[in-house]
């Protein structure tokens, strides 16, 4: 069972879930499982994604 935003899902499995309410990036469509970046409200899947739809400034690695 999982609540987000005040409704509350119950699935049988992890991809049923993610493919329900898992962000998805901005750039290629990609379901974003693990840690993914957001600016101004659009969520990337990776730093590459963001630069390639211009966001500038993000780094996913030290």
Request: proline letters at 2%.
């Amino acid at each position: 069972m999982l609540t987000l935003g005040g409704k509350t899902y119950t699935f049988d499995s992890f991809e049923c879930a993610i493919h329900l309410l898992a962000p998805v990036c901005g750039h290629c469509g990609c379901r974003i499982i693990g840690h993914g970046q957001e600016v101004d409200g659009r969520f990337f899947c990776c730093v590459h994604c963001a630069e390639t739809d211009g966001v500038v400034g993000l780094r996913d690695r030290l």
